[in-house]
Nanobody
Framework: QVQLVESGGGLVQSGGSLRLSCAAS??????MDWYRQAPGKQREPVAG???????IYADSVKGRFTISRDNAKNTVYLHMNSLKSEDTAIYYC??????????WGQGTQVTVSS
């Protein structure tokens, strides 16, 4: 059974940092990424990383967020620096397994206070 378990969300002041983690189990994943959904808005991609280490970022987070991955632990991280109030959202971990089949975590809330 595939599971994605996120952790690391919370409340932080503007300009602060947080690190999100997503521990995956039950399969191998070619792509692991992070999406976010702010109140009243559609879910949007934030950053993604392949098993080979190729990364992609949304323009809104380039230079502030870094995605990394530990393949041995099947875990993906999102290091968020210089946080802004507009980064406030529920952050979801997403992973693509062979098939392809994709899976979602339950989400973790990130709130940035100004």
């Amino acid at each position: 059974q595939v599971q994605l378990v996120e952790s690391g969300g919370g409340l932080v002041q503007s300009g602060g940092s947080l690190r999100l983690s997503c521990a995956a189990s039950g399969s191998i994943f070619s792509i692991m990424d992070w999406y976010r959904q702010a109140p009243g808005k559609q879910r949007e991609p934030v950053a993604g990383i392949t098993s080979g280490g190729s990364r992609i970022y949304a323009d809104s987070v380039k230079g502030r967020f870094t995605i990394s991955r530990d393949n041995a632990k099947n875990t993906v991280y999102l290091h968020m620096n210089s946080l802004k109030s507009e980064d406030t959202a529920i952050y979801y971990c997403h992973a693509v397994a062979p098939g392809p089949r994709d899976y979602w975590g339950q989400g973790t809330q990130v709130t940035v206070s100004s």
